[in-house]
């Protein structure tokens, strides 16, 4: 589920390809499916608040879609946005975070993401790509799996099936240049650094950062699979 109209879902099309999964997407105002009716949900990011439903309405409905689906067990991963509405369904403001995140920063994952389905592919120190200024705390019950520099909750488990992930792992070479287009060097720099800058902090990352999104989609779609194998 996408929201912006640059959104190419990064190295997620190809593992779903790899994995012989087929796919759905849903932009931001289609009608959702049944919770029931589907295997696993990916919500993307968006430059939106999750809280902005008088500017957009189909927020409200995606977050009962979300609150509903998760209450259910199905699989879901939220990344930036994503994970903001699933801290938003189990009951905790999304709030600006006082900084502007901005490109490849250290994540650093926490004691239980060692053992964790989706997260243990990360070490610390590896470099993830931000674009948000938005966050959240850690809900209640929820088993927090990795930090940042700036911002502190970075990634997160509920349950044994719902992720939220504040950073873009998903992103690949192209979608970054993509993004990077779509909003202009006026925009770019107002949040802090040059789309020179963004450049080649990608051509310094990207390869290892491509090869952990696969890992975790691949991971991701098993869980998926798994769950709707066992509800057959």
């Keep these: 589920m996408g929201h912006d109209p640059s959104e190419t879902f990064g190295v997620?099309?190809?593992?779903?390809?790899?994995?012989g999964?087929?796919?759905?997407?849903?932009?931001?105002?289609?009608?959702?499916p049944d919770p029931a009716d589907v295997s696993g949900?990916?919500?993307?990011?968006?430059s939106m608040n999750v809280d902005m439903v008088e500017r957009h309405p189909f927020l409200a409905d995606e977050l009962a879609f979300v609150?509903?689906?998760?209450g259910a067990g199905v699989p879901y991963l939220g990344i930036c946005l994503g994970a903001q509405m699933l801290a938003r369904a189990l009951g905790h403001p999304v709030y600006p975070a006082g900084i502007r995140e901005f490109g490849f920063n250290a994540l650093y994952p926490t004691a239980d993401a060692a053992a964790d389905p989706l997260l243990s592919v990360f070490e610390e120190g590896d470099r993830v790509f931000h674009?948000?200024?938005?966050?959240?705390?850690?809900?209640?019950?929820?088993?927090?799996l990795?930090?940042?520099?700036?911002?502190?909750?970075q990634a997160f488990r509920y349950g044994d099936t719902s992720w939220g992930l504040q950073f873009h792992f998903e992103v690949d070479r192209a979608e970054v240049q993509l993004w990077l287009d779509a909003a202009g060097e006026e925009v770019v720099l107002?949040?802090?650094?040059?789309?020179?800058?963004?450049?080649?902090?990608t051509e310094d990352f990207i390869e290892d950062h491509e090869r952990r999104a696969r890992q975790v989609f691949a991971r991701f779609?098993?869980?998926?699979?798994?769950?709707?194998a066992e509800g057959a």
Excluded: N
């Design 131 to 144: 674009w948000h200024e938005d966050t959240f705390d850690l809900p209640e019950g929820a088993t927090l």
């Design 41 to 46: 949900i990916v919500l993307y990011g968006g």
């Design 146 to 153: 990795a930090t940042g520099d700036h911002v502190e909750t």
């Design 21 to 32: 999964i087929e796919w759905i997407e849903h932009g931001a105002g289609e009608e959702l």
């Design 221 to 228: 779609w098993e869980i998926a699979r798994a769950g709707s």
């Design 190 to 201: 107002a949040w802090g650094k040059s789309t020179q800058q963004i450049l080649e902090e």
């Design 12 to 19: 997620a099309p190809s593992t779903l390809a790899d994995a």
């Design 67 to 70: 609150r509903s689906a998760t």
